[in-house]
Nanobody
């Protein structure tokens, strides 16, 4: 398994949760990495992305100001994190980490078609 997401769970509205994604392999150090989510009956939604350089980030409108994406580029592993604060019931979804197939230093992408490697997803449930 190349991307392994973990950290999901049940949290009350207003609470916080931190997701992480372990990406094994040196290739992930050179690409943007992002988070998407999919709620039941809805399309996959862009959450946030961070560039390979760590200088650029973009967020979906519904999470801006509440969620923060970060990454740690170790020698053979990249750890992608998603800090989620002030969670709302509408944040309930399966969250997926993904790595772009486009090597770029500062690029950030919102389109899931720009991502070639996906993790298995981790469920976040926010109760009201």
């Amino acid at each position: 398994v190349q991307l392994q997401a973990f950290g999901g769970g049940l949290v009350q509205a207003g609470g916080s949760l931190r997701l992480s994604c372990a990406a094994s392999g040196r290739t992930f150090k050179s690409v943007p990495m992002g988070w998407f989510r999919q709620a039941p009956g809805k399309e996959r939604e862009f959450v946030g992305v961070i560039s390979r350089s760590d200088r650029n980030r973009k967020y979906g409108d519904s999470v801006k100001g509440r969620f923060t994406v970060s990454r740690d580029n170790a020698e053979n592993t990249v750890t992608l994190n998603l800090q989620m604060n002030d969670l709302k019931p509408e944040d309930t979804a399966v969250y997926y980490c993904a790595a772009s197939g486009r090597a770029s230093w500062d690029g950030v992408y919102r389109d899931p078609n720009d991502y070639s490697t996906w993790g298995q997803g981790t469920l976040v449930t926010v109760s009201s």
